[in-house]
Each structure stands twice: as structure tokens, then as C-alpha cells.
């Protein structure tokens, strides 16, 4: 974890501890190796739910135009956050991202690739797009899903899922084709639908008590 990252999440998450308090279920430590963490997008905070709420450093893909200001670009970058071009093919990206994973470091990305308006996870997820299942298969990296229960709330009690990791190694080795990438991208929504169900469970059995 770089100190500049360090001193920001430190800045950053005691307010949102204190002001949108989150219960992670699972690991909030994730092992510091080659890993795509893959979440579910409702807000525009749900980077830094996450990234408050987990360890060791987070890295991530931000829409090119927030880098069209020098300062913020210059403060995004120093987080770890690459610029990419959405709706379009972007290589640059995408060779960033495979350098990250590359130097055992986790990327985290939102495959939806823009915000979901539904309000929770009972609510139908968009299509998720093929960068994931592209990073999975050139990486070979693993990948392990964070699924945030509701569109987080101010003061309000918000839920963290930190699902188990899997591979997509009957993938590995396939040249890749817009249709293993869409074979591949459902595989990975029925991993997001499973794992959005274990955290409804666990959300109401909590709420019982």
C-alpha cells in the first residue's frame, strides 16, 4: 500500500465509518496477490465502500473524463486509478491493468460498467460487460466478488459480501472470441447471482435477531 493511498483511506474512512457504518461479511484482509475483485455498482461511493473496508490497496478503472482535470487526474492516478475509455475498446487500459495484476496486486472493477439504478441486490443486475472475463482469461487471475447489499445510505447501516474466489480456467487456453467472452460473462453473472443470494440470507437472518 503506497503512503499517499495509506494517508487517504485513513482521511477518508473514518467518515465513512462513522457516517455510512458498513458490516462486511467475509475477509476484510484479502490475500496481496494477482486478483480481480470484481462489485455490483449502485452510487458513486461504492469505490470507496470498498476500498475503505478492505485491504491491503485497491486498484481501479475510472472513466477517462474525470481525468480531464489535472488536479483530480493527478490525485486519481496517485490512488492507482487508470483511465479508460467506456463503450469502446480501450488496449491501453486494459495492458494497465494486466501490469497491475502482473506485480501480484489487486484490481477491482465494476463489470456493470456504469451505475445500476436499482436500489438493491433483489433487483436485476445490468449486463455485465467483457472486460472482467478478459482480464480473468489473459491474467489467469482469480477473481472474487464484493457484493454491496443496497445502495449505501448516509447513517444507515450498509452490508459488504466478500464471496469466496474461483477461476476461469475452462476458459484458459480458448482463443478468445466475442463469444467466449460472452460464454465466459455468463458464467461469471451466475457467480454474482449466487453470491447476491448468500448475502440476502445472511442480511435477513442478521436482521432476525
Not at 496481496?32 to 490497496?57: E, F, R, W, Y
Not at 480501450?90 to 496486486?105: P, R
Request: aromatic share 12%; net charge positive.
Amino acid at each position: 500500500m503506497t503512503k499517499f493511498y495509506a494517508f487517504c483511506r485513513c482521511l477518508v474512512g473514518w467518515f465513512f465509518k462513522l457516517f455510512f457504518p458498513t458490516k462486511v461479511f467475509g475477509p476484510k484482509k484479502l490475500e496481496q496477490k494477482k486478483t480481480l475483485l470484481a462489485a455490483n455498482h449502485m452510487s458513486l461511493i461504492d469505490p470507496v465502500i470498498v476500498g475503505c473496508n478492505l485491504k491491503p490497496q485497491l486498484y481501479f478503472w475510472g472513466k477517462k473524463e474525470l481525468f480531464d482535470k489535472k488536479l483530480i487526474g493527478w490525485f486519481l492516478r496517485k490512488l492507482g486509478v487508470t483511465p479508460i475509455n467506456r463503450g469502446e475498446p480501450d488496449i491501453a487500459s486494459v495492458k494497465a491493468a494486466l501490469t497491475i495484476l502482473k506485480n501480484e496486486k489487486i484490481f477491482a472493477l465494476f463489470p456493470e460498467g456504469t451505475r445500476n439504478k436499482n436500489d438493491s441486490i433483489d433487483e436485476k443486475m445490468l449486463d455485465l460487460k467483457n472486460g472482467l472475463a478478459l482480464l480473468a482469461i489473459k491474467s489467469q487471475a482469480p477473481i472474487r466478488l464484493a457484493i454491496i447489499y443496497k445502495k449505501p445510505k448516509f447513517l444507515r447501516k450498509n452490508y459488504l459480501y466478500i464471496d469466496d474466489e474461483f477461476t476461469l480456467d475452462e476458459f484458459f487456453g480458448k482463443k478468445i472470441s466475442a463469444d467466449v467472452l460472452a460464454d465466459a460473462s455468463k458464467f461469471i453473472q451466475s457467480k454474482f447471482d449466487q453470491a447476491a443470494s448468500k448475502l440476502s440470507v445472511m442480511v435477513n437472518e442478521l436482521k432476525k435477531k
